[in-house]
């Protein structure tokens, strides 16, 4: 199975600074096709899990542009340029290049 | 706008059969895409438990295979989850969830589903 791992795994912010969260896997991230499915998840308390990037940079429609996704092979990044009060909650990073999908522990973001 | 909705039980016995099915809109399963389940403990992280294609192709988890079916049991728009002799450790949300091409695009809101006697 692919390990993710992610840091940090709590994240204080202020409102209107920027927020990074990094993400890593145990093995490349890159499917034979030449694709990278690595995908960016937030969940607000007591809701499910939201899409807001997938295969390393694709904003999902709706998701505002202070939200972007970087990186490659074994290493990504999820940055937020100006952290609203909308965005706190928890961050996952999920690989789907290989079965079992899985998934990063969380980044819990606050507000300080 | 696809839309998935699960149902089922919230409290099952030990040793028993958790049973659950979701309901997709706006999208019929049978022309593609794969259909599968994600479970979460409360306060603690996402696990993928399988998904399946209508053909029948499925994938599971390789700690719960043993004990996992994902089926479309009916012609309606739904597909199921049975996980067999459960224990207090498989308390848990539990979200259906469609994957696109390495990807979970859609979600539906969760069914807490707790296990005890």
């Known amino acids: 199975d692919i390990i993710m791992t992610q840091s940090p795994l709590s994240l204080p912010v202020t409102l209107g600074q920027a927020a990074s969260i990094s993400c890593r896997s145990s093995q490349s991230l890159v499917d034979n096709d030449g694709n990278t499915y690595l995908n960016w998840f937030h969940q607000r308390p007591g809701q499910s899990p939201r899409r807001l990037i997938y295969?390393?940079?694709n904003r999902d429609s709706g998701v505002p542009d202070r939200f972007s996704g970087s990186g490659s092979g074994t290493e990504f990044t999820l940055k937020i340029s100006r952290v609203e009060a909308e965005d706190v909650g928890i961050y996952y990073c999920?690989?789907?290049?290989?079965?079992?999908?899985?998934f990063g522990p969380g980044t819990k973001v606050e507000v300080k | 706008q696809v839309h998935l909705q699960e149902s089922g039980p919230g409290l099952v016995k030990p040793s028993e059969t958790l049973s659950l099915t979701c309901t997709v809109s706006g999208y019929s399963i049978f022309s593609g895409y794969f259909w599968g389940w994600i479970r979460q403990p409360p306060g603690k992280g996402l696990e993928w438990i399988g998904h399946?294609?209508?053909?029948?192709?499925?994938y599971y988890n390789p700690s719960l295979k043993s004990r996992v079916t994902i089926s479309i049991p009916t012609s309606k728009n739904q597909f199921s989850l049975d996980l067999d002799s459960v224990t207090a450790a498989d308390t848990a949300i539990y979200f259906c969830?469609?994957?696109?091409?390495?990807?979970?695009?859609?979600w539906g809101q969760g069914t807490l589903v707790t296990v005890s006697s």
């Open positions: 999920m690989q789907g290049t290989q079965w079992p999908l899985t």
């Open positions: 295969k390393v940079s």
């Open positions: 399946m294609y209508h053909s029948g192709n499925t």
């Open positions: 969830v469609r994957y696109n091409a390495g990807s979970l695009d859609y």
